[in-house]
């Protein structure tokens, strides 16, 4: 299936990021999150990509255009017969990206429905956002969207919890604190979401337009709209502090998301 990510947004809460390069290019680990969460999808056989840009997205491009300068050792002959040696050798060979522009202002619903002419008639796809990472078996959720035989199928995560919890008796001492507790009881829409072609027709034709909205209420009310229960690692990248947690676990050998 072709791989659906929303690239564009201007990531406002993460601002000592995102006023120098759009948030996907935020680096995880020395490489930008978009990276990991397209590595994920391909470690699942899902290797082609539609990247919905909008701010910054000329930034993307380039890590892209040049790839392998980007990600890989070089030595430079110098001299009128100029070479260029590429010393190391990675996985992504097979991977097409198609770096789609959907405006720097859009929302959400109409960068997608502006990449509608990549996904051919009646071909299903799977939809996501460039900013979060989890260990979400993406065939699984696949299988869960086949089953169901819904117009849309969402990944339901339960989000890291940011808030310390107590215990509160009823003569008010406190017999229970619970430091960030790493999940929270309640499910939100963590992205990773499969798509059938129908999806298009519930997608107005307005960038003004958020996914999470109009269109969510309107597949509710169809009852239109799948879950797929994933009760493991989901983790967003909302704040600084959140990057730098995400990046902790990669270059401490301890991100569950690495499953390449």
């Known amino acids: 299936m ?3 990510i929303l690239c564009g947004g201007k990531g406002t809460r993460l601002r000592e990021e995102t006023e120098y390069r759009p948030k996907p290019m935020v680096p995880i680990g020395g490489r930008p999150i978009l990276w990991h969460i397209m590595k994920t999808y391909a470690h699942y056989g899902h290797k082609e990509f539609i990247l919905c840009l909008g701010y910054k997205g000329h930034m993307i491009k380039e890590f892209f255009r040049n790839y392998m300068w980007n990600t890989s050792d070089v030595s430079l002959m110098l001299g009128t017969k100029p070479e260029v040696q590429f010393h190391d050798v ?4 097979d991977w097409k990206v198609t770096l789609a522009e959907t405006g720097e202002e859009s929302m959400t619903a ?18 996501t956002y460039g900013d979060g990472l989890a260990t979400i078996d993406i065939n699984a959720s696949i299988a869960s969207h086949r089953n169901a035989g819904k117009v849309c199928t969402i ?5 890291a919890g940011r808030f310390g919890i107590i215990s509160i008796g009823d003569g008010g001492g406190i017999h229970q604190f619970t430091e960030k507790p790493q999940f929270e009881e309640s499910y939100v829409n963590g992205g990773f979401m499969v798509c059938d072609h129908r999806m298009f027709n519930y997608l107005p034709d307005n960038p003004r337009i958020m996914l999470e909205r109009q269109p969510m209420d309107d597949l509710v009310r169809d ?19 959140e990057t730098q947690y995400l990046d902790q676990l990669w270059t401490s050998g301890k991100a569950p998301w690495k499953v390449w």
Do not use: C
């Open 2 to 4: 072709k791989v659906v």
């Open 90 to 93: 990675h996985d992504e060979v």
């Open 110 to 127: 109409y960068r997608v429905k502006l990449i509608q002419r990549y996904i051919p008639a009646d071909e299903p796809f799977l939809l």
């Open 155 to 159: 990944s339901a995560v339960h989000p």
């Open 223 to 241: 009852g239109q709209l799948n879950a797929y229960r994933h009760e493991g690692f989901w983790q967003p990248m909302d704040t600084y502090q």
